[in-house]
């Protein structure tokens, strides 16, 4: 089990310019998360994946950020025009399918530090 | 917007006591899980408590959950440097919910 990898750690760009982030989901699980933490705050959501498919979006994912999933495997989370507001940590998590409708716990990358300039 | 609340929003203590974190949420829950995260690391999962049941162990942690007060407590005993971290508790809000929402956190430093 080598985790939920996330890359890159940190990212450093300036206002207006675009950026990608990427997750490898622990291989076995076909659920990805994504999560948006800013300091002081307990993460929140912003999509969902099972398999290559999109399942749910936040009200929080606005029409500069898009996510992906194209082979049910990794994913990405690309944000356009940053803003001074994007500033934050980017989480991603996995989990498995479980039987029924019991819920499992979701594994987490260690993030992506955003920082915008 | 976050689920709900945790208090306290810090909480500092010798190692070897106690620590006791308390959560309140809003609506009704399928589970209420709890995680641990370390500083500039990703979030551990901890417990998952389900909405029909009411107390939980695992090693040195205890959680309580009381649906009728929209709350639930995370007890750990025996305190160890290692536990400092934030801990947070986090709502699926019905069956097959895959969205987890997180609360504020509660700030755990264990002093030697």
């Known amino acids: 089990d080598t985790g939920v990898s996330q890359n890159p750690r940190h990212k450093i760009t300036k206002r207006g310019q675009n950026v990608t982030f990427r997750c490898d989901p622990i291989?076995?699980?076909?659920?990805l998360y994504w999560y948006r933490q800013t300091l002081g705050q307990g993460p929140e959501f912003l999509t969902y994946f099972q398999n290559e498919a999109q399942l749910e979006k936040s009200r929080l994912l606005s029409d500069r950020f898009s996510a992906e999933r194209p082979k049910g495997s990794f994913s990405t989370l690309e944000i356009q025009r940053t803003e001074q507001g994007d500033s934050a940590m980017y989480l991603c998590?996995?989990?498995?399918?479980?039987?029924?409708?019991?819920?499992?716990?979701?594994?987490f990358g260690d993030g992506t530090r955003l920082s915008i300039l | 917007s976050q689920q709900g609340e945790e208090d306290p929003q810090a909480l500092s203590i010798q190692e070897g006591e106690n620590a006791t974190m308390n959560c309140s949420y809003k609506t009704s829950i399928n589970n209420l899980q709890w995680y641990r995260q370390n500083s500039g690391r990703g979030l551990v999962h901890l417990i998952l408590?389900?909405?029909?049941?009411r107390e939980k162990h695992s090693g040195r942690l205890r959680v309580t959950l009381d649906t009728s007060k929209k709350s639930s407590s995370l007890l750990i005993t025996a305190s160890r440097a290692a536990d400092t971290a934030s801990y947070f508790c986090?709502?699926?809000?019905?069956?097959?919910?895959?969205?987890?929402?997180f609360g504020q956190g509660t700030r755990l430093t264990i002093n030697p």
């Open positions: 998590a996995s989990s498995p399918t479980a039987g029924g409708y019991s819920n499992q716990p979701q594994h």
């Open positions: 986090a709502t699926a809000g019905y069956q097959g919910a895959q969205k987890l929402v």
């Open positions: 291989s076995e699980h076909n659920r």
């Open positions: 408590i389900r909405s029909n049941e």
